[in-house]
């Protein structure tokens, strides 16, 4: 299915859930390699979104989930959160929340995204992204390391967290969502082997494999331990602030 076409069916499924759940959804966007630009032609599309409930939901004595899964089916994998998981992963700079936000493809937004930003400002921690990043870079090498044909992905993906923990280090900032900026911030040897396994990646429809790259496998466990050696030097940072997020989530309820 082509992207604009899901850009008119995930809207209308999502009024569906909405409807289904007594839910108002507040902000949803495309999530994954779709996101990134690192889709191969079979990719799933990865829809990820933040609701709310009714005020009455969030005074029940027996709780209630905080997260809605739906099965993957026909290449769509939906997940939402609610916006009170969405508040206590954020104040530990959880790196999911900022790259929707910085997704390049949005399906819902009221305005709130633009009321969020102030939010996502106040709780960016940069050793939080950088060792969460070098940490997909860790489980990435470890599938690799498994095989004697490891995944092509598994070493984009790696590339692709190595240079964000890069981008985060010198910016201070969070992620653009953009695999083509990141590997400007890689050396120009290993950012040739980005773009051949980005071609393979983005053009085949079978997965495909690749031999172990021994060049590239050495660059990245350097790079590795350099990042994390440079992040054991950067300042302590503030405790991130209850109250701003308590506030938040009472003025989008009295929405």
């Not at 209630?64 to 206590?88: A, H, N, Q």
């Not at 440079?230 to 309820?253: A, G, I, R």
Request: aromatic share 12%; glycine share 4%; hydrophobic share 35%.
């Amino acid at each position: 299915m082509k992207q604009s076409e899901m850009l008119l069916l995930v809207p209308r499924k999502l009024k569906e859930i909405e409807k289904e759940y007594g839910i108002r959804i507040l902000y949803a966007a495309e999530s994954g390699s779709r996101a990134w630009g690192t889709n191969s032609p079979l990719s799933d599309f990865d829809v990820r979104f933040i609701y709310i409930r009714p005020r009455e939901d969030y005074l029940r004595l027996e709780g209630m989930r905080d997260v809605l899964e739906f099965p993957i089916s026909d290449g769509w994998d939906m997940c939402g959160w609610d916006l009170t998981k969405t508040l206590r992963l954020l104040h530990n700079s959880n790196s999911q929340i900022y790259e929707w936000f910085a997704s390049p493809v949005v399906y819902i937004d009221d305005g709130f995204s633009k009321r969020f930003r102030p939010i996502l400002d106040a709780c960016f921690s940069i050793k939080t992204t950088v060792n969460h990043y070098l940490h997909q870079a860790d489980l990435k090498g470890k599938k690799r390391r498994k095989t004697e044909m490891p995944k092509v992905k598994h070493y984009l993906y790696s590339l692709q967290h190595i240079a964000a923990a890069k981008w985060v280090l010198q910016h201070h900032a969070p992620v653009p969502i953009s695999f083509r900026i990141l590997i400007e911030y890689l050396p120009e040897s290993i950012r040739e082997y980005a773009e051949v396994l980005l071609k393979q990646k983005t053009t085949q429809t079978d997965a495909p494999f690749t031999t172990c790259i021994s060049e590239l496998e050495d660059w990245l466990l350097q790079e590795r331990n350099r990042i994390s050696g440079e992040l054991e030097s950067h300042p302590m940072e503030t405790e991130k602030n209850w109250d701003l997020l308590n506030q938040f989530f009472l003025s989008e309820l009295q929405r």
